[in-house]
């Protein structure tokens, strides 16, 4: 199970942190993601870490302003979100799959249940 928290209303140019909350089975075992949806388009990837946490991959519109962590002590992935701009605003969803896969969303297993972003301009 996983729950994703943090979402908010904030000005471009603004920070945010996501937290996800996972339980229920092997967090270590699993690769975690941020996807996001807006209104009227699809799904997303923003963001994903490996395993371990020794890798990060980011889409392109989010590299250098967002930056996805884990600590497999607590059993916690975030999404810090920097410089935010309008075109950010989405619900954001935490993911995670045991198939080492990074950025597609079919392959992802669990997903929660998505928190709102929005950035005022």
């Known amino acids: 199970q996983l729950q994703a928290s943090g979402g908010g209303l904030v000005q471009a140019g603004g920070s945010l942190r996501l937290s996800c909350a996972a339980s229920g089975g092997t967090f270590i075992r699993l690769v975690m993601g941020w996807f996001r949806q807006a209104p009227g388009k699809e799904r997303e990837f923003v963001a994903a870490t490996s395993r371990y946490g020794g890798s990060t991959y980011y889409a392109d519109s989010v590299n250098g302003r967002f930056t996805i962590s884990r600590d497999n002590t607590k059993n916690m992935v975030y999404l810090q979100m920097n410089s935010l701009k309008p075109e950010d605003t989405a619900v954001y969803y935490c993911?995670?799959?045991?198939?080492?896969?990074?950025?597609?969303?079919?392959?992802?297993?669990?997903w929660g249940q998505g928190t709102q972003v929005t950035v005022s301009s």
């Open positions: 993911a995670a799959n045991s198939a080492v896969s990074y950025y597609q969303a079919r392959a992802y297993d669990y």
